[in-house]
């Protein structure tokens, strides 16, 4: 209930149910000082979803997952310390929490611990609850499989059937207290396999892939992703079109040469040393308008001479579809942009070819760092679009400089593309005149 002052405060919301603070045993929750109300994530599906909290706690975090009810069925707790981390059940109120047997940690058990290297920036910790697959699931950063810190298949048997069913909410605790609403985010879906980079259309996809979840379809990924592979993935959407058939080779002629319109704005670029690293400049051609649903013009076409790359930056939840035009590109993804921490690389570096599309979305591939490893130069298509979902619509990139400070980049246009276009048009007549 609003109080009569936030009768007409449009951003007023309810808070959450309170978590009761005595069990029917009577066990009180004495470790929490309970000076802010708990608030509760329910969870739409009995034994389905992954809770997540931003927090920026050096000393412990907990996480519980309380049943229907806790005076006879199974509870579990999380608890994350800068020195451990350890999964506990307990069967019943009257019980004492027991470690759960066959945890493992992926990435061994210290990256399980607390972040206590970012001291500015707050970490995600998540869980994964997964009734339908029997497991349960702990990680740092963006919820997906491959920032796993903690894995274990639990017995959906014991210690009676279906027991998985009855974890219905989940409470997460830092230093003591509450974690506020703001910091907490639901997912009514578990985490389970990661997709795939590759995006290929319904007429490439094969058993194999499905089989081996190598490639993806467009379908299979978030909606904004989907719009803007639509509007792209066509054959048109290409620099060899019937009216300027060298496009390409006319931006690769004119990246070489300073006195041409590429070699010119990539000189003052590297000179101006945008990123704080003269190797990490690259064009960016904007394509359209600002539709107000992305950050910055949708469509950008980025011209990458040889041997460049970008910093590596954080897309701040948008979607994005990365098609290839010209050359290769090769993609290498981290865990997270903190500032003053050196990002963990995940999964192996990609090479991208001429006509491959890759994505990232809220939930993977998310941070990156794009690399020209080829002689000649590349050309890429970025699309970019919020999701409905997100409403804070973050207009910029974090980006690391070469000291790991973490930078916003505002992204901004080198040249519009039909403007481009004309130049390279005079150049290329003129190299062939
Ligand atoms: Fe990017």
Not at 318 to 347: E, F, M, N, T
Request: contains cysteine; proline residues 8%.
């Amino acid at each position: 209930m609003a109080a009569p002052e936030d009768f007409s405060n449009p951003f007023w919301t309810p808070a959450r149910q309170e978590a009761p603070q005595e069990g029917p045993q009577g066990e009180t929750r004495k470790q929490y000082s309970s000076k802010q109300p708990i608030y509760r994530i329910e969870m739409d599906i009995g034994g389905l979803g992954t809770i997540s909290a931003k927090s920026k706690t050096m000393t412990l975090l907990e996480f519980v997952v309380n049943p229907e009810s806790p005076g006879t069925q199974p509870t579990l707790k999380l608890t994350i310390t800068p020195s451990s981390c350890i999964l506990q059940m307990r069967n019943k109120y009257s019980e004492s929490f027991k470690n759960v047997p066959g945890v493992v940690y992926p990435k061994q058990p210290p990256a399980a611990h607390l972040n206590t290297l970012s001291k500015k920036d707050p970490t995600v910790y998540w869980i994964s609850v997964d009734r339908s697959n029997k497991r349960f699931r702990y990680g740092q950063h963006l919820t997906n499989f491959s920032l796993t810190y903690l894995d274990v298949g639990l017995d959906g048997d014991k210690p009676f059937p279906n027991w998985m069913d009855t974890l219905t909410s989940t409470d997460v605790f830092q230093d003591g207290d509450s974690v506020p609403t703001g910091d907490l985010a639901y997912d009514p879906l578990p985490v389970t396999m990661d997709k795939p980079p590759l995006v290929v259309t319904d007429q490439e996809i094969s058993l194999e892939d499905l089989e081996k979840y190598t490639r993806t379809t467009f379908a299979n990924l978030p909606p904004g992703c989907q719009t803007l592979y639509h509007n792209v993935a066509g054959h048109n959407i290409t620099l060899e079109s019937p009216d300027f058939p060298d496009l390409g080779d006319a931006i690769d002629a004119s990246c070489k040469n300073q006195e041409l319109v590429c070699g010119d704005m990539l000189q003052k670029k590297a000179d101006d040393n945008e990123f704080g690293d003269k190797d990490e400049t690259y064009l960016r051609i904007t394509i359209g308008n600002n539709l107000g649903n992305s950050p910055g013009i949708p469509y950008v076409m980025e011209i990458w001479p040889p041997g460049h790359s970008s910093p590596i930056h954080d897309h701040g939840k948008a979607s994005a579809v990365i098609k290839v035009l010209y050359g290769s590109i090769q993609c290498s993804w981290y865990d997270a942009v903190q500032d003053h921490r050196k990002p963990i690389q995940v999964g192996n570096s990609v090479i991208l070819k001429k006509g491959d599309v890759t994505w990232l979305g809220q939930k993977q591939y998310q941070i990156h760092k794009l690399e020209n490893p080829g002689k000649t130069v590349c050309i890429t298509l970025q699309c970019y679009q919020f999701e409905q979902s997100d409403k804070v619509h973050y207009e910029y990139f974090d980006y690391l400089d070469p000291h790991n400070n973490k930078k916003p980049f505002t992204p901004t246009s080198d040249m519009a593309y039909g403007k481009l276009v004309a130049q390279l048009r005079q150049e290329w007549k003129g190299k062939h005149a």
